[in-house]
């Protein structure tokens, strides 16, 4: 087992204990299977990053809750550090570089997208706010069935508790940043 499967197999074992939930009552509230639930417990399956979202969202916590380890005081993060999670076919690359704090209530995320990747994104927890910085390529970004073309070096920011899709709309890979906050 690698050291992202096991940090979000201890985070997700250690999070339905705290909230005292069965596999079957966690899998009822975030729509994935008891066995699969069981499979990433145990460090048996890497899941992807939809399935990720799936479980942070009907447990109703962060993202990065499920992969954030210990706490530094100072540290550079190294980007081969990082392992992305997946989705698209290995054309969405999810890096968390800063995983969620509770204090703080957000998280940032870079994110690459190979060209024509789309990624479909379910609402997050009520007042969830997204701020996104493209930094390479062009995005276009659903949010609501309503479309925004936001271009390298621009920025949008929307309530993420409804339905988003990003979709790299440009000739060239798309490069993202991304700020979660959780108003909880």
């Not at 992807?48 to 992969?67: C, D, E, N, Q, Y």
């Not at 998280?107 to 379910?122: F, H, K, P, Y």
């Not at 925004?148 to 798309?174: F, M, S, W």
Request: charged content about 30%; aromatic content about 8%.
């Amino acid at each position: 087992m690698d050291a992202m499967s096991s940090m979000i197999a201890a985070n997700l074992k250690r999070i339905r204990k705290e909230k005292k939930l069965s596999l079957d009552n966690a899998a009822e509230m975030t729509g994935v299977s008891k066995s699969m639930l069981g499979q990433i417990e145990r460090g048996e399956s890497s899941p992807t990053v939809a399935t990720l979202w799936k479980i942070a969202t009907g447990l109703h916590i962060s993202f990065t809750a499920l992969l954030e380890g210990q706490a530094m005081e100072t540290k550079i993060i190294q980007k081969e550090d990082i392992r992305p999670l997946l989705s698209d076919e290995g054309r969405f690359r999810l890096f968390p570089f800063f995983p969620y704090d509770d204090a703080k209530r957000f998280e940032m995320l870079c994110i690459e997208m190979d060209l024509g990747c789309r990624s479909e994104s379910a609402p997050h927890e009520e007042g969830t706010e997204e701020l996104l910085m493209v930094s390479q390529g062009t995005l276009r970004l659903t949010v609501d069935g309503k479309d925004y073309l936001v271009e390298a070096g621009n920025a949008i920011r929307y309530q993420a508790d409804k339905a988003h899709i990003y979709e790299n709309a440009g000739e060239t890979p798309a490069k993202l940043y991304m700020v979660i906050y959780y108003r909880k």
